[in-house]
């Protein structure tokens, strides 16, 4: 596939990439990369993969093990980072959990669990980097959403309510950010080619199923959400802030 690039837009910026170990975090880490971003991967799992790829493009990166549903943590790997690379210019916050189950039969463990990792993480990882991306006066918070919650997909309550809060979040932290020089989106995404961790619901029946729904008959793969992460990290992006972009393949047209 043919990626528009930006002559490597982000030289020198730092870029933190939560949940980056596989799947679309691990591609967008090789994109920034390729822009000039130095990375740090956050992961509980194992990103020797993610860090060997990056290294092969060239970019200096830290790998550092965190558990995103832990503000501690989240602390410190936001203060490895500024002592690593003396700033953080990007935060990419890709964490999140994924469940199907009809809502009477959903436990309240999921609905916490769901919460937690896609929706609690994210508080404790904007909280953590906004003192050092206000101190540089710029920041670029990048956040993930879902094209389910323009569709209301069934079975899907928690993740939807989740995915929604994420969006809440984005809009008005914009405007209390935005004076500061630090700009913050979501991205809706919707199925995605990605590599599934063992038992992920997401299988080739489903994808299956969404092609045709779609406006464009292939599958999304995570490069395509990348190069949308790579444009609104740009420096010249700073005017675009508050926003949701779907990115679908054009299943929800809104
Ligand atoms: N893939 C899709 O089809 C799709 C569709 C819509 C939205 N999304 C959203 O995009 C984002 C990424 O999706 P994905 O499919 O690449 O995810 P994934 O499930 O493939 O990968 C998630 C990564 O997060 C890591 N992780 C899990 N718990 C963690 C924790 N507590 N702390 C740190 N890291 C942790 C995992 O080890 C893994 O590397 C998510 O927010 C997801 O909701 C994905």
């Not at 700033?87 to 809502?103: A, K, Q, T």
Request: with cysteine.
């Amino acid at each position: 596939m043919q990626i528009t690039r930006f002559e490597r837009g982000l030289a020198d910026r730092v870029a933190i990439v939560t949940g980056a170990a596989i799947g679309n975090g691990r591609a967008f880490c090789e994109r920034l990369a390729e822009e000039g971003a130095r990375i740090v991967i956050a992961d509980v799992a194992d990103a020797s993969e993610t860090e060997a790829a990056v290294r092969a493009i060239g970019a200096d990166v830290l790998v550092r093990h965190t558990d995103c549903t832990d503000g501690d943590d989240v602390r410190g790997l936001v203060a490895d980072t500024v002592a690593r690379f003396g700033r953080v210019d990007i935060l990419v916050h890709n964490v999140g959990h994924y469940s199907e189950e009809p809502f009477e039969l959903l436990s309240f463990a999921e609905w916490k669990r769901t919460l937690d990792l896609t929706l609690n993480s994210l508080f404790h990882a904007i909280q953590a980097v906004l003192p050092p991306m206000k101190r540089q006066g710029f920041g670029r918070i990048i956040t993930f959403s879902s094209d389910t919650v323009w569709l209301g997909t069934p079975y899907l309550t928690h993740y939807i309510t989740a995915k929604m809060g994420v969006i809440g979040l984005t809009r008005s932290l914009a405007a209390e950010v935005g004076k500061d020089g630090i700009t913050i989106n979501t991205i809706t995404v919707g199925l995605t080619a990605t590599q599934r961790p063992a038992g992920d619901p997401v299988s080739d029946s489903l994808l299956r199923h969404i092609l045709p729904q779609q406006a464009v008959h292939r599958a999304d793969e995570p490069e395509d959400i990348a190069n949308v992460v790579a444009f609104l990290a740009l420096p010249a992006s700073g005017i675009i802030t508050g926003q949701t972009i779907n990115v679908d393949g054009g299943v929800a047209r809104h």
